[in-house]
């Protein structure tokens, strides 16, 4: 069975703030009542999820909207049922996306103890963070973000900041990068905020190919000088993954859209949380098995539609960095995936800028050498026709340049 992890929104899109970006919020008015996942869509999730053939390795996401309106209880009978179903010598991984603004120290006890990761959402300092992560009633976030996460470093809960790149941040990414370190964050997720309105034109808080480069392109170069060993990006460690041993771990950078299933609150099941749309629905695990839904011609075709790039992509030397960006970044009439991504012109710019030295790290790592210096990083200023340093054996402009 081809493996899969889960992404579940138990709220649904039901949310204590209202975030101006948030492309998810829209659901609730599909929703009569508030939605809440029952004792039995969860425990059928669980149970069901649980004997498949996973290698032994069960990935529970909870996302929203805002997971952690479910509370305590809930969150101690998933872990309940996690262990009444989980096969001998297993592993179970529990990840949480939060605003933080409702972290409990009960929560956080619970969570420290039964190893949850966090990805806690904060975009940058307040003057970025508040302008767009509001509460419903308007008013700002940052220092109730900042209450949570002390609180889960107080129980010594893992977690990741969660940086959503808009209009507004895009173009500060040294002083966002800075301010993250000096808060002590050294786990960095930083998400493209790319939303289209009905006539497939960019809203105003997303930002634009070109934006996302530079912003790349700066970030990278703040983080190269020192923080190699110390700070962990996961769109850097995501390349060098692919680099040294050949695994694409982002499903933007995979050739086929189905890593995962997205699970709502009443049992329904999706192809990707970008594409929860009564034309995906792939079926509701209280009535369909985990097999019947792998083989769902749907999910097939939603999957195959990844590699649908456009021309122009075969032509391209990062092809294998992206295979045409995520679908959702592809416009269009009805986000046709033969069109380039949105953000295509900064994905070139930053692999030129940027991979010769990942490719650089990615040798020094095979040939067992952990301590990467800036001496062995130095690339000198070379010829279109010289020698690419990342080590190929190809002329400059015939490989990283390109």
Same mark, same amino acid.
């Given at each position: ?27 609730l008015?599909?929703?009569k ?28 996401g909870?996302?929203?909207g805002?997971?952690?309106l ?37 929560l ?20 970025f ?6 509460t ?53 997720q930083?998400?493209?905020c ?8 960019l ?35 995501s ?18 859209c ?32 985990? $097999?019947?839904?792998? +083989?769902s #011609?749907?999910?097939k075709?939603? &999957? *195959?539609?990844?590699? %649908? ?33 949105i ?23 095979q ?8 001496e062995?990083?130095?690339?000198? $200023?070379?010829?279109? +026709?010289d #020698?690419?340093?990342?080590?190929? &054996? *190809?002329?400059y402009? %015939?490989?990283?340049?390109?």
């Amino acid at each position: 069975m081809r493996k899969f992890s889960l992404l579940i929104k138990p709220a649904s899109a039901d949310c204590n703030l209202r975030c101006r970006y948030c492309f998810y919020i829209d659901h609730l008015k599909d929703v009569k009542k508030t939605p809440r996942m029952s004792d039995e869509v969860l425990e059928a999730l669980i149970s069901s999820y649980m004997k498949t053939d996973q290698e032994k390795h069960y990935v529970f996401g909870w996302q929203g909207g805002e997971p952690t309106l479910m509370g305590y209880n809930f969150y101690k009978r998933v872990v309940e049922l996690q262990e009444t179903h989980a096969p001998p010598n297993s592993m179970i991984s529990n990840g949480i996306q939060t605003n933080g603004t409702l972290i409990t120290e009960k929560l956080a006890n619970l969570f420290s103890e039964y190893k949850f990761l966090l990805g806690v959402s904060l975009d940058g300092p307040p003057k970025f963070h508040d302008i767009y992560r509001r509460t419903v009633s308007g008013h700002s976030t940052h220092s109730l973000v900042m209450r949570g996460i002390n609180i889960l470093r107080k129980y010594g809960v893992e977690f990741n900041i969660l940086i959503l790149v808009n209009n507004e941040n895009v173009h500060h990414a040294k002083e966002i990068y800075d301010y993250l370190k000096n808060q002590g964050f050294f786990y960095h997720q930083y998400i493209p905020c790319v939303e289209f309105d009905e006539n497939n034109q960019l809203l105003p808080y997303s930002i634009n190919g070109e934006e996302w480069g530079n912003f790349l392109c700066d970030l990278f170069d703040e983080w190269i000088i020192t923080d190699i060993h110390k700070v962990s990006i996961r769109l850097f460690d995501s390349i060098i993954e692919y680099l040294v041993n050949g695994n694409l771990n982002v499903c933007y950078m995979d050739k086929d859209c189905r890593q995962y299933f997205v699970v709502e609150y009443d049992g329904n099941v999706y192809p990707c949380d970008f594409f929860v749309r009564k034309d995906l629905l792939l079926g509701n695990i209280l009535n369909d098995t985990w $097999k019947e839904l792998l +083989n769902s #011609p749907i999910y097939k075709n939603f &999957g *195959k539609q990844k590699a %649908n790039w456009n021309k122009e992509c075969y032509h391209c030397s990062y092809l294998n960095l992206c295979h045409g960006d995520c679908q959702k970044f592809r416009p269009g009439q009805d986000r046709n995936p033969n069109s380039l991504s949105i953000l295509c012109k900064g994905w070139k710019k930053f692999f030129t800028h940027a991979l010769s030295r990942f490719k650089i790290i990615a040798r020094e790592i095979q040939k067992g050498n952990t301590k990467i210096t800036k001496e062995i990083l130095k690339v000198k $200023k070379i010829g279109r +026709n010289d #020698p690419c340093p990342c080590g190929s &054996g *190809k002329k400059y402009k %015939n490989c990283c340049l390109r």
